[in-house]
């Protein structure tokens, strides 16, 4: 199946920002979904942005206007912008990709802390 590595996760400030990468083997852009999913600890894992088929962004309303997801098709890359950091934002975050027919693909999840 396709292969996810996400990076750019690390410790970020109250108000700050980071960016996270996903590097995917290939994007069918017309047939594929693709966004971010992030879990902390104790808790399930929540989808954070999507995009659709339509190429529409759909965002949880916890990071509604502080995050945005984007990509990059012709370097198989998707993207989360994450501004206003808050400390609830901590949680590892998962890049995935989900073909229209086919199973799912996840990357291996990267680490993002949110303190002062």
């Known amino acids: 199946q396709v292969q996810l590595v996400e990076s750019g996760g690390g410790l970020g400030q109250p108000g700050g920002s980071l960016t996270l990468s996903c590097a995917a083997s290939r994007i069918s852009v017309s047939a594929d979904t693709m966004g971010w999913y992030r879990q902390a600890p104790g808790k399930e894992r929540d989808l954070v942005a999507i995009?659709?088929?339509?190429?529409?962004?759909r965002y949880v309303d916890s990071v509604k206007g502080r995050f945005t997801i984007s990509r990059d098709s012709s370097k198989n890359m998707v993207y989360l912008q994450m501004n206003s950091l808050k400390p609830e934002d901590t949680a590892v975050y998962y890049c995935?990709?989900?073909?229209?027919?086919?199973?799912?693909?996840w990357g291996q999840g990267t680490q993002v802390t949110v303190s002062s």
């Open positions: 995009f659709t088929l339509s190429g529409m962004t």
């Open positions: 995935y990709l989900k073909p229209l027919y086919g199973p799912a693909s």
